[in-house]
């Protein structure tokens, strides 16, 4: 079975540096190509996908925002971590990770996601 | 980037009406090797995380119920929902993972008329 959870601050002050953390089970970057994402979502705004990292360790990052954010993970905790710099109000909003996968040349969508962690940036 | 724009912004529905929301991507998010339109569907109810309903454009999801069915291929898709049930009241979201920077539709509010 496969779970998701982020975690990390609910409030940061604009200028500051945000990092959340998603903590998986049920899946493995060392024996999956499997995927995470981060995606947002703004209060009634649509999902803005945010960056992923992959199981060989490539990152993507949304054009956007790339100068502002960093993807790692930590295969051996079954963690990934999504630092962005410089956080502004429109930041706000609630950060999910999810999980993706690969098998062979057939690529799936975001099956599971976690539940979400709101951020708020207010000074 | 491939925009991915819904139609219509909302809808209030009858309960056993049948619905469908229209999604059109800025480029084909067709994969020529294999046939499959990378698109998904996805539903959100108030308070919850998305949950997937439709990949490849048409395939359902395991334990999504038959009456959610996916269609269209290159730019155009549709999402179908045949007997609406009061449980069906959601936000429903297109995606391409065409590209690895997915995109989402700005979605579709579905109330209770």
């Known amino acids: 079975q496969i779970t998701l959870k982020e975690s990390g601050p609910t409030l940061v002050k604009p200028t500051q540096t945000l990092t959340l953390t998603c903590t998986f089970s049920?899946?493995?970057?060392?024996?999956?190509?499997?995927?995470v994402g981060w995606i947002r979502q703004a209060p009634g705004k649509p999902l803005e996908w945010l960056a992923a990292?992959?199981?060989?360790?490539?990152?993507q990052y949304t054009p956007s925002l790339r100068s502002r954010l960093t993807i790692t993970k930590d295969a051996s905790r079954n963690q990934v971590f999504l630092t962005m710099t410089n956080a502004d109000h429109v930041d706000t909003a609630t950060y999910y990770c999810?999980?993706?996968?690969?098998?062979?040349?057939?690529?799936?969508?975001?099956?599971?996601w976690g539940q979400g962690t709101l951020v708020t940036v207010s000074s | 980037d491939i925009v991915m724009t819904q139609s219509p912004d909302s809808l209030a529905v009858s309960l056993g009406d049948r619905v469908t929301i229209n999604c059109k991507s800025s480029q084909s998010v067709l994969f020529s090797s294999n046939s499959k339109s990378y698109v998904a569907w996805y539903q959100q109810k108030a308070g919850q995380s998305p949950k997937l309903l439709i990949y490849?454009?048409?395939t359902r999801e395991s334990g999504v119920p038959d009456r959610f069915t996916g269609s269209g291929s290159g730019t155009e898709f549709t999402l179908t929902i045949t007997n609406f049930q009061a449980e069906d009241v959601a936000v429903y979201f297109c995606q391409q993972y065409y590209r690895t920077a997915n995109t989402f539709g700005q979605g579709t509010r579905l109330e209770i008329k």
């Open positions: 990292i992959f199981w060989h360790d490539d990152k």
């Open positions: 049920g899946f493995s970057f060392d024996t999956d190509e499997v995927i």
């Open positions: 999810a999980h993706r996968r690969r098998k062979g040349d057939i690529w799936f969508p975001f099956d599971y």
């Open positions: 490849w454009a048409s």
